[in-house]
């Protein structure tokens, strides 16, 4: 059974829809005993950093996700809050994956938000199995998690290279979305659940 938490931030339906794609069991929830009980985690995320982080702390689940022993992937804000801190609201965070995130700088090549396709490179462990750098993913984010030991991706916007995705031991994270980018997406999925 795969896990969703249940936090208050957007892009729900879409995770919900990409698992039902790949006839996986799940269940939305913010009960600590069933997140830790979960064979996979997953924690979806569009909005502010600040406020995902109030809402962990809120609902008591900022101890219970930094225990979980099963793989857990973080997606877009879902990734960021699991970073050290984030300009986005000033908002200290989880501290699992040794990176700072940022605000993109203003850049005449580049718009903010980065919004839409682009190519991830340097792509490396089982998350990627079966795949090749140069594959494109869909983004949608104003902030970004800057490069670190955790690097597993990375991808370029206008003149910043970034981490496209993070690990540390079971701890996952894509910055962009997995379950809105077809078929690369899909099987970033498909990897993460045969983990």
Partial sequence: M???VDYNTGNLRSVKNALERLGCEYVL?????VLL???KVIMPGVG???DAMANLEAKGLVDVIKSIRRPVLGICVGMQIMCRDSEEGNAKCLG????HV??????????VPHMGWNSIS?????????????????????YYPELCPDTIATCRHGKKMFSAALKYENFYGTQFHPEKSG?????????????
């Fill in 48 to 50: 502010n950093a600040a």
């Fill in 37 to 39: 009980a979960a064979e």
């Fill in 122 to 142: 340097n792509l490396d462990g089982k998350l990627f199995k079966g795949m090749a750098g140069g594959c494109h993913v869909y983004f949608v984010h104003s």
């Fill in 102 to 111: 940022r605000r993109f700088p203003e850049d005449p090549e580049a718009k």
């Fill in 29 to 33: 929830t913010d009960d600590p005993k």
């Fill in 2 to 4: 795969i896990a969703i």
């Fill in 183 to 195: 078929d690369v997406g899909e099987q970033i999925l498909r990897n993460f659940i045969a983990l």
């Fill in 96 to 99: 699992i994956f040794d990176s």
